[in-house]
T-cell receptor
Framework: DAGVIQSPRHEVTEMGQEVTLRCKPISGHNSLFWYRQTMMRGLELLIYFNNNVPIDDSGMPEDRFSAKMPNASFSTLKIQPSEPRDSAVYFCASSWGTASNQPQHFGDGTRLSIL | AQRVTQPEKLLSVFKGAPVELKCNYS??????LFWYVQYSRQRLQLLLR??SRESIKGFTADLNKGETSFHLKKPFAQEEDSAMYYC????????????FGQGTTLQVKP
């Protein structure tokens, strides 16, 4: 099992460009989470899905951010237009079931730099 | 608001010294609490959860509801324990949502 797979691993782009981050959760997991990690704010939950349905997007910083989960094996996080303050490491995680005590499995993250 | 507080951004100790990483939460229900760890160049991964009452890699954490704390402890730190540690909790939600603290970097010096 390769675990949660994220792509790309690194992304460097100019401000104003559209950025798309991708995530493939572990097969069989039905909850998916997008996080942003920065030195100042630590690990912040942006949005999470359960059975492909967005449950809570209150952590999405602005309308420039959007996330989709068209099926159980794929999710995207899009930033349009991107800004330098969006520079961070973005993590995707997945878990099984709806019990709050199920561990989340994280991907390697995407390190995003907006110039 | 639900919140997890890790007051120390950096904790530096010498090998063999005891370690305590502090975590406090603000929630009045029956939370599920976790410690996650991120070693250098590795994925964030679950270290332990309070319901298991287990010791992993010599680490233990006891839930103190009176003090709303879930501090992570190890009696004798090892160099390989150097990592970023995140405390997290799940409240009454049944969807697996976790709220993380800001993290503490543990540096174990030789």
């Amino acid at each position: 099992d390769a675990g949660v797979i994220q792509s790309p691993r690194h992304e460097v782009t100019e401000m104003g460009q559209e950025v798309t981050l991708r995530c493939k959760p572990i097969s069989g997991h039905n909850s998916l989470f997008w996080y942003r990690q920065t030195m100042m704010r630590g690990l912040e939950l942006l949005i999470y899905f359960n059975n492909n349905v967005p449950i809570d997007d209150s952590g999405m910083p602005e309308d420039r951010f959007s996330a989709k989960m068209p099926n159980a094996s794929f999710s995207t996080l899009k930033i349009q237009p991107s800004e330098p303050r969006d520079s961070a490491v973005y993590f995707c995680a997945s878990s099984w079931g709806t019990a709050s005590n199920q561990p989340q499995h994280f991907g390697d993250g995407t390190r995003l730099s907006i110039l | 608001a639900q919140r997890v507080t890790q007051p120390e951004k950096l904790l530096s100790v010498f090998k063999g010294a005891p370690v305590e990483l502090k975590c406090n939460y603000s929630y009045s229900g029956s939370p599920e609490l976790f410690w996650y760890v991120q070693y250098s160049r590795q994925r964030l991964q679950l270290l332990l959860r309070h319901i298991s009452r287990e010791s992993i890699k010599g680490f233990t954490a006891d839930l103190n509801k009176g003090e709303t704390s879930f501090h992570l402890k190890k009696p004798f730190a090892q160099e390989e324990d150097s990592a970023m540690y995140y405390c997290a909790y799940s409240g009454s939600s049944n969807t697996g949502k976790l709220i993380f603290g800001q993290g503490t970097t543990l540096q174990v010096k030789p």
